[in-house]
């Protein structure tokens, strides 16, 4: 049972549009959340973090919100642009030292021109 | 600027091969991982090692084992390759802070 749900493997949006990606998990006791971003053939790379005592962190076009009491997170990113094509990846962990960390399946993002 | 390099980009073997993924990192970090990526199920912890000599099972450990005599090193070995080890693997180190910085993976394909 995934313990970590990205519920929309594929997103389509426009260039200059808002980009919304959702992430919803099932464990309480999670800390920590992070959103990577990976092309094809390549690792991912670190996008944004937030801790749990936050509802809220922004970094350029990229914002993450998080509800704790719906166990949903999401990533904003605001204008879209055609480089931000991609798979999403929603990363959950217990606490914030770095080990285990449960990603979830992924969403792909493409930004159209 | 971090660096996770893996030794291969695309790797093919036969069934029955032992295979060895080596992954090294230039950042000090005592903590490495290795994951795999299969479509529709994301990123999967293998095994993780948090100090040269120490290693602990991930969510899927079964086919693999791993060595970390060095801190920099971190190898993940498949004993006996199956197809069913077909797949991206991913290597990532992590400072104790928080995060993790990933090799760009390799493909590996069982035949």
């Known amino acids: 049972d995934q313990q970590v749900k990205q519920n929309s493997p594929s997103l389509s949006v426009q260039e200059g549009r808002i980009s919304i990606l959702n992430c919803d998990y099932t464990?309480?006791?999670?800390?920590?959340f992070l959103w990577y971003k990976k092309y094809p053939a390549e690792g991912p790379t670190f996008l944004i973090s937030?801790?749990?005592?936050?509802d809220k962190n922004e970094d350029g076009r990229f914002t993450v919100f998080l509800n704790k009491s719906a166990k949903h997170l999401s990533l904003h990113i605001v204008p879209s642009q055609p480089g931000d094509s991609a798979v999403y990846f929603c990363a959950a962990s217990l606490d914030n030292y770095g080990q285990n960390f449960v990603f979830g399946p992924g969403t792909r993002l493409s930004v159209l021109p | 600027d971090v660096k996770v390099t893996q030794s291969s980009r695309y790797l093919v073997k036969r069934t029955g091969e032992k295979v060895f993924l080596e992954c090294v990192q230039d950042?000090?970090?005592?903590?490495m991982f290795w994951y795999r990526q299969d479509p529709g199920l994301g990123l999967r912890l293998i095994y993780f090692s948090y100090d040269v000599k120490m290693k602990e099972k991930g969510d899927i450990p079964e086919g693999y084992s791993v060595s970390r005599e060095k801190k920099e090193r971190f190898s993940l070995i498949l004993e006996s390759a199956s197809t069913n080890q077909t797949s991206m693997y991913l290597c990532?180190?992590?400072?104790?802070?928080?995060?993790?910085?990933f090799g760009q993976g390799t493909r590996l394909t069982v035949v």
């Open positions: 990532a180190s992590s400072p104790p802070t928080w995060g993790a910085f």
């Open positions: 937030i801790s749990s005592i936050k």
């Open positions: 950042m000090d970090h005592e903590n």
């Open positions: 464990n309480s006791m999670f800390d920590y």
